[in-house]
């Protein structure tokens, strides 16, 4: 199993991701969750009893649209239980993650940073 992890790590983005959200992208039929953020949910998706993070969640959207220029470098660290893979995306302009920190779009979530790579590399 270990292998093939690894395998599925090491991939390289053979798409031109779109911005879902403020912090998921999708590449071909693959959603990509941006590791250790939480960007505003988009109208109608934040459930009743949960915290969501306040913000104008298109203004967020657009954001990490901006971004989006290749080549891409995509690390993937595993699944959420959504089943989305939560990687670390970094482009032309840099990591995804970092890119919408700095903007203003998302919170940092220590709790969901995998090896706390995007902290490391945030800062």
């Known amino acids: 199993m270990l292998p093939l992890i690894a ?3 090491a991939q390289a983005l053979t798409c031109t991701p779109i911005a879902v959200d403020g912090d998921t992208l999708r590449c071909g039929r ?9 960007a505003p949910e988009m109208p109608g998706h934040c459930r009743p009893g949960r915290r969501c993070v ?9 954001s990490l ?3 989006l ?9 595993g699944l959420d239980r959504y ?7 970094a482009g032309r ?4 993650s970092c890119w919408q ?10 709790d969901w940073d995998n090896r706390r790579l995007v902290g490391k590399r945030c800062r």
Do not use: M
């Open 7 to 9: 395998a599925i790590a």
């Open 30 to 38: 693959e959603r990509i969750r941006l590791l250790a953020i939480d």
């Open 69 to 77: 220029q290749p080549p891409f470098r995509i690390v993937r660290v």
């Open 54 to 62: 306040r913000g104008d969640p298109v203004a967020s959207k657009a």
């Open 83 to 89: 089943g989305r893979t939560l990687a670390t995306v």
């Open 65 to 67: 649209a901006s971004a």
């Open 93 to 96: 302009r840099g990591d995804l």
């Open 101 to 110: 920190l700095r903007a203003g779009q998302a919170r940092y979530r220590a």
